[in-house]
């Protein structure tokens, strides 16, 4: 089993840099950029060394490694500092760390640290003549993104905090992309049935004449084609977290039966006359507004008030603007693990286009323009050129902004934000020339 390392710090190039080095080296690497996150990974995962920033947003490296301390944790603790902090860097070795090394990072220096620091057995298990143990993380998985460092991000993350301890109802509405999924299992792993199943099901992918089946699970020979008794997803899930993906998407006659299995924690499988209790979490996501379905009748407002105890509103990636280079970095990363390659970060002008790009698809159209972006780059740095054209030249409408003497200082705004800050652009959406929007620009001090 290769060793686990946890890097901790808000540089986060320099963070998904050291990480795919290391993964080239043969380790297990996990990001944290602020002092919260890495408090959240040990939480989760056992990690056998960790690289520390003395200076975090959040934070600092003693008071990670005092939390290690703490919690009699077996991580060796490496604190990366710059010269100015060498002396905070000696005294952090005296309160337990086990070494130091300065910024820039030698590659050379940084491998053999980490080496003697794994090569090292904690003394207690010394003392003891054990072996090492590790924390059980059966139901743990790997965060899929970053959380972000936005306000959006922060509320959101807050509220998965607050709701996942209880046994609310939990329903999720989010764009397409947005990661509905993985904040319903993020839900699940900081619940108290985080060692119960996990049951995810494509609402949108079952057909209304096999539902039935599929929920509440049916005997041999019921009907034809049940050639084998089997269990239903609220059997399966029991005890754990079910999670009904695309929920509007069900049939009206689905929903009454669903509606039914939630109120009386009951389910009776096809062709079988013995009802089976079941102890469940519910959570929904939707990319619909099912408010508007209830008033239009196409979903029942008795079931939406069941799932909705608790609501959660993922916000769209282009809300989350200090939040683009976060994941932007950390998909590079895993694109750089999956495709083999050291793609080492982005140009400036794709950095740029990022940010005002509006990410229809969110961070699924992001993953996998990035993939993509990895495979066919031969520099060491994304270009434009390797984005997808439809990315670098936007097409330009006939879209009105309304353009007026009293509102043309946000019409400009939006003309620009829509034509990703490309001038001429931008100019023929408002129907002016490029003069003109110059003059415009200058007036009102937007001249970016």
């Known amino acids: 089993m290769s060793s686990k390392i946890l890097i901790i710090d808000d540089d986060t190039a320099f963070c998904v840099m050291l990480k795919t080095f290391l993964q080239k080296k043969g380790f297990e690497v996990e990001n944290a950029f602020n002092g919260e996150q890495a408090k959240e990974a040990l939480?989760?995962?056992?990690?056998?060394?960790?690289?520390?920033?003395?200076?975090?947003?959040?934070?600092?490296?003693?008071?990670?490694?005092?939390?290690?301390?703490?919690?009699?944790?077996?991580?060796?603790?490496?604190?990366?500092?710059?010269?100015?902090?060498?002396?905070?860097?000696?005294?952090?070795?005296?309160?337990?760390?086990?070494?130091?090394?300065?910024?820039?990072?030698?590659?050379?220096?940084?491998?053999?640290?980490?080496?003697?620091?794994?090569n090292k057995k904690p003394e207690k298990q010394v003392a003891n003549n054990i072996p090492a143990t590790k924390k059980t993380t059966t139901n743990k998985i790997p965060v899929p993104f970053v959380k972000g460092i936005s306000n959006n991000s922060a509320e959101l993350h807050e509220h998965i905090s607050l709701v996942a301890p209880t046994n609310m109802s939990v329903l999720i509405i989010g764009d397409s992309g947005t990661g509905k999924e993985y904040i319903a299992h993020s839900i699940h792993l900081q619940s108290k049935r985080a060692n119960k199943p996990y049951i995810a099901v494509d609402c949108g992918a079952i057909p209304k004449e096999l539902a039935s089946s599929e929920f509440f699970g049916h005997l041999k020979g019921s009907f034809t084609g049940a050639v084998n008794d089997k269990t239903g997803h609220f059997e399966a899930a029991n005890g754990g977290t079910l999670f009904l993906d695309e929920v509007g998407n069900l049939s009206y006659e689905v929903q009454v039966q669903l509606l039914r299995a939630l109120q009386e924690r009951k389910v009776k499988p096809v062709g079988s006359n013995n009802e089976i209790n079941v102890d469940i979490r519910v959570i929904a996501a939707t990319n619909e507004d099912l408010q508007d379905a209830v008033k239009r009748g196409d979903f029942r407002e008795d079931l939406y008030h069941r799932l909705n105890e608790f609501l959660i509103k993922v916000p769209r990636l282009a809300e989350r603007k200090q939040d683009i280079m976060v994941f932007a970095n950390h998909f590079l990363a895993q694109a750089n693990a999956d495709l083999e390659k050291e793609i080492?970060?982005?140009?400036?002008?794709?950095?740029?286009?990022?940010?005002?790009?509006?990410?229809?698809?969110?961070?699924?159209?992001?993953?996998?323009?990035?993939?993509?972006?990895?495979?066919?780059?031969?520099?060491?740095?994304?270009?434009?050129?390797?984005?997808?054209?439809?990315?670098r030249e936007p097409?330009?409408?006939?879209?009105?902004?309304?353009?007026?003497?009293?509102?043309?200082?946000?019409?400009?705004?939006?003309?620009?934000?829509?034509?990703?800050?490309?001038?001429?652009?931008a100019a023929k959406l408002l129907d002016i020339d490029r003069k003109t929007l110059y003059n415009k620009l200058k007036l009102y001090n937007l001249d970016l």
């Open 43 to 118: 939480k989760s995962y056992t990690f056998d060394v960790v690289l520390t920033d003395i200076r975090l947003p959040d934070s600092d490296g003693l008071q990670i490694l005092k939390y290690i301390k703490e919690a009699s944790l077996d991580a060796r603790v490496i604190l990366m500092t710059g010269y100015t902090d060498i002396k905070t860097a000696v005294n952090a070795m005296k309160l337990g760390a086990f070494d130091y090394v300065g910024k820039p990072i030698n590659p050379d220096e940084i491998l053999h640290i980490i080496g003697l620091a794994i």
């Open 344 to 391: 080492e970060g982005f140009d400036q002008d794709v950095t740029q286009l990022f940010r005002n790009y509006d990410w229809p698809g969110n961070l699924r159209e992001m993953k996998n323009i990035i993939k993509r972006s990895v495979l066919l780059e031969k520099s060491d740095i994304i270009h434009l050129d390797v984005l997808p054209a439809e990315m």
């Open 395 to 425: 097409v330009v409408n006939d879209e009105s902004f309304g353009y007026t003497k009293d509102n043309e200082e946000e019409a400009i705004k939006k003309a620009l934000e829509k034509a990703n800050y490309n001038k001429s652009k």
